[in-house]
């Protein structure tokens, strides 16, 4: 996914690469240094001096240069991979069937975590993380070569207790990082019990529970505290066997060296310029390897990238043009006409497959028609919405569309030809406008200004401040229900859809809103095919059918006029007296149920 970078890889890769040598050509020359104190002759001293100074002037140019290159090309690399991560991801997921985020694991918020902290781990793994080994591999393979070639026997002892030194500086800092995250851990609890406690400040004087908080919050820091008396002693003894081992080492190697220049084997020069780039050497790989975790953590994240981006949709659209192959040279008008047709159709949600929402549903609706779907609670209203929108696949049986399996539709094209009201219209931060434009992006003023007027909207707009430029807030929370559900059904005729379905688009309303949104949905229904499901069944009166709705069937159809004259015989008949007031008596339906 880095491939378009793979210049900045290379420019990164050689600032490392310069940068992890310098460290071992710095330790070289700071070693050569002591023996300049001890020559006799003063010129020499300043010469020497003038040389030492300069070099260490141009190894800061050379650390300055190369870790602009090498911090400035990975840091792009890693920046363009979490843009196209996050933007391939989003494009993936908004792919999925309704079915994957019904899960627990796909909520909202555990998807917006996922695109916010997954990419960046790839990011600092790609970025930071990279730069650093390539970095610690220069510093090691130059550092070994010169220390060998300067004096090989101190090299070699000063290698046999490389691990010992690696391991003190790995674990001193892998110690300090774990208490600190441990400590934020700790803490998390009791800031979120204080966050709540001020939130909510209200709530607690109301009740006069301001003891009781400060008790909870006490409650609380007893554990953390607890853990962190038992955390710091294990880690100040750690430390302080890391720091001895260090210091041992340290100690051990000059002992040597010190054993090799009483024999004649090695000059100071030669001990001080080897100590130093082995104990420096130790410093940078101790610090690659406690990135052990961090890349652990980036291949979790990498391998969860990749699943997401590997993952097929169980329904998606694999058509040209979002329509049937065999209907290219036809016209989108004509193909879609809106006739509707549910064949013996049996359904489960992904989530709960042994529990049948729908068992063998069969129901028409003719094109241009309103059909009304009532019933109790849970019956399958909403769901014959959601297999109309193809949001899933019904396990058995078919969903025809003028005749056609909806399956072989196009999904874009399917869905331009279907508008949905819900109970709970989502409207987005930003303006009116925006959302009513959300139907169609491509719509003038004038077809804006008409849609709200045809959904009884126009007149409130018109009184706000800003009128169409204002703005409705997170989720439209600056409107009342009844204006949200207007705006939701000017977003509806505004996109002219030849099918439209609502879903209890008035039962949430007061009665004033309730009629308004009620006179609109009415003059939306010429010439559509309309699903409508109700409880408030005074809304459905005037369907072309009313479809009785109970445990996945259809049980009863016909005009309200017909249904009625079934008398206590009928369900809906029942439903229509529950809802006056009336206990009816039990139907035989309900009877042969129980």
Not at 94 to 112: Q, Y
Not at 131 to 160: E, I, K
Not at 516 to 527: E, R, T
Request: charged share 20%.
């Amino acid at each position: 996914m880095n491939r378009p970078e793979w210049k900045q890889a290379l420019l990164g890769c050689a600032g490392a690469v310069v940068f992890g040598a310098v460290m071992p050509l710095y330790s070289y020359s700071l070693g050569s240094l002591p023996e300049v104190y001890f020559l006799g002759d003063d010129g020499l001293i300043r010469s020497k001096t003038r040389l030492y100074s300069l070099v260490f002037f141009g190894i800061a140019i050379v650390c300055i240069v190369a870790n602009i290159v090498q911090h400035y090309n990975f840091a792009v690399m890693g920046e363009r991979l979490t843009e196209r991560v996050r933007s391939q991801m989003l494009a993936k997921i908004l792919s999925f069937e309704m079915g994957w985020f019904d899960l627990d694991s796909n909520s909202s918020a555990a998807i917006s975590a996922r695109l916010a902290t997954q990419a960046t781990k790839l990011r600092s793994l790609v970025g930071d993380r990279m730069s650093l080994l390539v970095q610690a591999g220069a510093n090691a393979a130059l550092g070994f070569s010169l220390s060998l070639s300067v004096s090989w026997r101190l090299a070699l002892v000063m290698m046999a207790m490389q691990p010992l030194i690696i391991a003190s500086f790995y674990f001193k800092k892998v110690l300090m990082t774990s208490a600190s995250r441990k400590a934020r851990k700790a803490q998390a609890k009791g800031s979120q019990l204080a966050g709540e406690a001020v939130a909510n400040h209200r709530t607690v004087t109301a009740f006069s529970s301001q003891r009781r908080v400060l008790e909870l919050y006490a409650a609380a820091q007893a554990g953390p505290r607890r853990d962190g008396r038992a955390q710091s002693w294990v880690s100040g003894g750690c430390l302080s066997l890391c720091q001895c081992s260090n210091t041992g080492s340290m100690a051990l190697a000059l002992w040597y060296g010190g054993r090799l220049m009483a024999a004649g084997l090695a000059t100071p020069t030669h001990v001080f310029q080897v100590f130093f780039m082995l104990m420096t050497m130790g410093r940078v790989i101790a610090d690659a390897g406690s990135l052990t975790s961090d890349l652990a953590q980036g291949g979790d994240a990498a391998r969860a990238v990749l699943d997401t981006l590997d993952r097929d949709p169980l329904i998606k659209d694999d058509h040209d043009g979002g329509i049937d192959k065999r209907q290219k040279n036809t016209s989108k008008k004509e193909i879609v006409r809106g006739a509707i047709e549910f064949r013996d159709v049996r359904f489960s949600y992904p989530t709960r497959p042994d529990a049948a929402v729908l068992d063998g549903f069969s129901l028409e609706i003719g094109a241009g028609k309103t059909v009304a779907l009532v019933g109790p609670s849970g019956s399958g209203k909403s769901t014959v919405i959601a297999l109309i929108e193809r949001f899933y696949d019904a396990q058995r049986g078919s969903v025809l569309v003028d005749g056609r399996d909806i399956r072989s539709f196009g999904l874009a094209h399917l869905r331009s030809r279907i508008a949905l009201v819900s109970q709970e219209p989502t409207l987005f931060s930003g303006t009116i406008r925006d959302n009513i434009m959300y139907g169609d992006e491509q719509s003038t003023e004038d077809e804006v200004v008409n849609a709200a007027k045809l959904a009884s909207a126009h007149e409130f707009i018109s009184g706000m401040e800003g009128g169409y430029d204002a703005r409705v807030g997170e989720r439209g929370a600056q409107l009342s229900g009844g204006q949200r559900q207007r705006v939701a059904l000017a977003r509806a005729i505004l996109k002219n859809a030849r099918i439209l379905l609502l879903d209890e688009a008035t039962s949430a309303l007061d009665t004033v809103s309730e009629r308004l949104v009620q006179d609109a949905v009415d003059g939306m229904l010429q010439g559509r095919t309309c699903v409508v499901v109700a409880h408030r069944l005074s809304t459905v009166h005037k369907s072309d059918m009313i479809a009785v709705v109970k445990n996945g069937k259809v049980v009863e159809r016909g005009r309200h006029a017909e249904l009625i004259a079934a008398g206590r015989g009928g369900m809906y008949y029942n439903l229509i007296k529950l809802q006056h007031g009336v206990s009816p008596s039990p139907s035989p339906i309900d009877v042969e149920a129980n």
